[in-house]
């Protein structure tokens, strides 16, 4: 089998690639290691950037989003047992974040590739690939059985943190940056209508605690906790009960409890590798790149990933330019170091590194302070969080 770019990975990134490219007539075939209602129910992201959302719209894949999406204009900060709103819309020119789901995001993108008669096989295995220097990189795996080989004219590793695509590029040719954090998150989907309209950042003494959502009946929670949690420690009445006091605002609602639908733990780091491309050989997404989830980034930074190298093929194929090509990395780049900054500026701000740290908690107060009472200092927040613009 021969494409003109193949694809590794149906998450966002892969399949927003293989979207925006057939939009522009160019051909593409996306692989992926796990089944398609795997990849369809996996939770996930949850926040999407004004920008992101407007490019689904634009591209005719936002009908489920216009409908479901929950379009927010703030979002708040809890600490010292107040709530603090920040009116990202009247920061940011009227920009806003949309709440969806990544997996709903998924859906929605799988549903246009099958519709459109656009190639993509699930439940891949042993995937290898190899000749990325040479002009015609190739994908070995096994499908249904059988031994079967992909050629493209270009390759994009799309395939998320854990995948194949880096880890083949030869040792040496990137650089790694990486940082790791002392924590990790722990999630929950409760069937519960959300207490608050808009998502809480909550800085606590015993740890940072999240409120979000995913629609007028489901709630999205995270607590901080360690790297290596157990969770048979955590039953559903502790883990209430530390939402409960991390959650708490004076003279604000409580956190309504639900049915826990899922429970599971993240762990944070940050890493970027460096250029974004071997070769042939383009990374996307996670696959270049990892944000610790605090500010919402990592989705949307797959997004503006795929939108530069959607830009870069057409004018390959369209006028034989690689200019836009050769500097895929950089423009990508220069946007997903400021989102690496933004995110990590969150965590430290938001998280409890050591609890016996007195002059750090101050110094986190003092900032949280800041943001909510200087205009300044809020819009940086704000401009940020909507999502910096995709060029300059
Ligand atoms: P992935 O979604 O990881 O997709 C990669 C795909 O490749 C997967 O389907 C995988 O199965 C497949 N694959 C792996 N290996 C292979 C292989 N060898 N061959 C073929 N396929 C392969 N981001 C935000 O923007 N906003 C948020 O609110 C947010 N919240 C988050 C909350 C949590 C708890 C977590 C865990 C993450 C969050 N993120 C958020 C980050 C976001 O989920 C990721 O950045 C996003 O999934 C990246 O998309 P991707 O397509 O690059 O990678
Ligand atoms: C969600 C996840 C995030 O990482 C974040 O910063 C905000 C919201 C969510 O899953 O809803």
């Not at 656009?118 to 059988?146: M, W, Y």
Request: glycine share 8%.
């Amino acid at each position: 089998m021969h494409t003109q770019v193949a694809i590794l990975g149906a998450g966002p990134a892969g399949l927003l690639l293989a979207h925006l490219l057939s939009l522009h007539r160019i051909e593409s075939v996306v692989l992926e290691t796990k089944s398609r209602s795997y990849v369809e129910s996996r939770i996930r992201a949850g926040v999407l950037e004004h920008g992101t959302a407007q490019l689904l719209c634009d591209t005719g894949v936002g009908e489920r989003l216009k409908r479901q999406g929950m379009r927010h204009k703030g979002i708040n900060l809890g600490y010292s047992g107040e709530i603090h709103r920040i009116d990202l819309s009247d920061l940011t020119d009227g920009k806003a974040i949309t709440v969806y789901g990544q997996h709903e995001v998924v859906k929605d993108l799988i549903a246009a590739r099958i519709s459109s008669g656009g190639k993509i096989l699930f439940e891949v295995d042993d995937v290898c690939v190899d000749a990325l220097s040479t002009n015609r990189p190739r994908i070995t795996f096994r499908h249904q059985g059988q031994d079967c080989e992909l050629t493209g004219d270009w390759l994009a590793g799309c395939d998320g943190s854990h995948g194949v695509s880096r880890t083949s590029v030869p040792p040496g040719a990137l650089r790694v940056f990486e940082k790791n954090y002392p924590f990790a998150w722990l999630g929950i989907l409760a069937e519960a209508a959300p207490s608050w309209e808009e998502l809480i950042y909550a800085h606590h003494e015993e740890g940072f605690a999240l409120f979000s959502m995913r629609s007028p009946s489901v709630t999205r929670l995270y607590l901080q906790c360690k790297p290596d949690e157990d969770l048979s420690k955590w039953p559903d009445e502790r883990i209430w009960e530390n939402l409960e006091r991390r959650l708490s605002f004076a003279g604000s609602k409580k956190v309504r409890r639900g049915k826990i639908l899922q429970k599971g733990v993240t762990t944070m780091r940050s890493l970027a590798v460096e250029p974004m491309q071997y070769g042939r050989l383009f990374l996307a997404g996670d696959a270049a790149h990892i944000v610790p989830p605090t500010g919402a980034k990592g989705m949307n930074l797959a997004v503006s990933d795929v939108w530069f190298l959607t830009r870069a093929l057409a004018d390959f194929y369209s006028k034989g330019r690689t200019d836009l090509l050769e500097s895929y990395s950089n423009s990508c780049l220069r946007r997903v170091w400021k989102a690496q900054r933004f995110s990590w500026w969150m965590t430290c701000l938001m998280h409890r590194f050591d609890h016996d740290d007195a002059f750090e908690l101050r110094r986190q107060l003092a900032e949280l302070d800041y943001l909510t009472s200087s205009g300044a200092a809020a819009t940086a927040l704000a401009e940020n969080y909507v999502g910096l613009p995709w060029e300059g």
